[in-house]
């Protein structure tokens, strides 16, 4: 089992920044990729970011230019840093931990942006 830990969410002005950290912890393997999904209301959980054990990372197209992912291995984290945020970026984040026989869910920060 892995156990995640999100931290980091909050309410923030339209053009602010946040960032979201998550901690991994349990039976944690070296190749594995970690992200951030987020949840709006109303809507489905949607991929915001990706990043491997190797640094290869995968955007959505609403947050590319504006959102950075970045981990450290060493530690099993993985930062999420929001800049320019913007209201529709409003959501509950939660952070991922995939290998090829598991999939991990945090359980979720919540973000606000307010116009």
């Known amino acids: 089992q892995v156990q995640l830990v999100e931290s980091g969410g909050g309410l923030v002005q339209a053009g602010g920044s946040l960032r979201l950290a998550c901690a991994a912890s349990?039976?944690?393997?070296?190749?594995?990729?970690m992200g951030w999904y987020r949840q709006a209301p109303g809507k489905q959980r949607e991929l915001v970011a990706l990043?491997?054990?190797?640094?290869?990372?995968n955007y959505a197209g609403s947050v590319k230019g504006r959102f950075t992912i970045s981990r450290d291995n060493a530690k099993n984290t993985v930062d999420l840093q929001m800049n320019s945020l913007k209201p529709e970026d409003t959501a509950v984040y939660y952070c991922?931990?995939?290998?090829?026989?598991?999939?991990?869910w945090g359980q979720g920060t919540q973000v606000t942006v307010s116009s």
């Open positions: 991922n931990y995939q290998i090829p026989f598991g999939n991990y």
């Open positions: 349990g039976k944690i393997v070296s190749i594995n990729t």
């Open positions: 990043i491997t054990s190797s640094g290869s990372t």
